[in-house]
């Protein structure tokens, strides 16, 4: 069965540090798409960075990286020079489908990150 | 602003009582997703639409249903209410029913308490 596993309920970091927010899945697919979104205390779900599980590259978004080892399942998300603004809930996430023409994400229960000044 | 529109952004009922939640997706996406947001479930994808027809089905139980119209916006409708429905739930739109297709923008959600 399809799953998705954030094994952090909360992190801290310190302003301007790096910090890696882990992600493990689980499936049979081969293909699938792993998502990373930021939902901050206001609610809206922003979408962060995204890795297709045929790429070869980790996909970058600014000061986001996804550390994709597909062997291990994980796909960690790591942010860069964090910034107090980053202070919110993560949630990886995992596509899967296609034979109906249509597609399920399943999400983790998220890691809370908390930057500190 | 995602360009997601969803009403109404709060909604307070009673346990037995139907709801309905709409959802207008961008303009041009033909991809309509629907999600609960609940502390206890956390974030479960419930359906997906396409240009008017269902495509995907998740842990959407069968006190609730959806459906997307020709002009594309979509409802959500809920019945039968109980306690454990209080939830956030949120609309999603896609231009197009695509494996890699990460352009997923969410709506502000519905908050949903049932007393």
């Known amino acids: 069965a399809q799953k998705i596993t954030q094994t952090q309920p909360g992190m801290f970091v310190q302003e301007k540090e790096a910090v890696t927010l882990d992600c493990t899945y689980d499936?049979?697919?081969?293909?699938?798409?792993l998502f990373w979104y930021k939902q901050p205390s206001s609610g809206e779900m922003i979408f962060l960075i995204y890795q297709g599980s045929y790429d070869q590259q980790n996909a970058t978004e600014g000061r986001y990286s996804l550390n994709f080892q597909k062997a291990r399942k994980s796909a960690n998300l790591v942010i860069s020079a964090s910034q107090l603004g980053d202070s919110a809930m993560y949630f990886c996430?995992?596509?899967?489908?296609?034979?109906?023409?249509?597609?399920?994400?399943?999400f983790g229960a998220g890691t809370r990150l908390f930057v500190k000044a | 602003d995602s360009g997601v529109t969803q009403t109404p952004k709060h909604l307070i009922t009673a346990t037995g009582q139907r709801v309905t939640l709409r959802c207008s997706p961008r303009s041009g996406d033909l991809s309509v997703y629907w999600y609960q947001q609940s502390l206890d479930q956390g974030l479960q994808f419930l359906i997906q639409y396409y240009n008017g027809e269902e495509r995907a089905k998740g842990n959407i139980l069968e006190r609730f249903s959806a459906q997307q119209f020709p002009d594309l916006h979509s409802e959500l409708n809920l019945s039968s209410l109980e306690l454990g429905d209080s939830a956030l739930y949120f609309c999603?739109?896609?231009?197009?029913?695509?494996?890699?297709?990460?352009?997923?923008?969410f709506g502000p959600g519905t908050r949903l308490t049932v007393t």
């Open positions: 499936t049979s697919d081969p293909s699938y798409g």
């Open positions: 996430a995992m596509r899967e489908g296609g034979r109906t023409g249509g597609f399920k994400t399943i």
């Open positions: 999603a739109s896609s231009p197009r029913t695509s494996f890699s297709s990460y352009e997923q923008y």
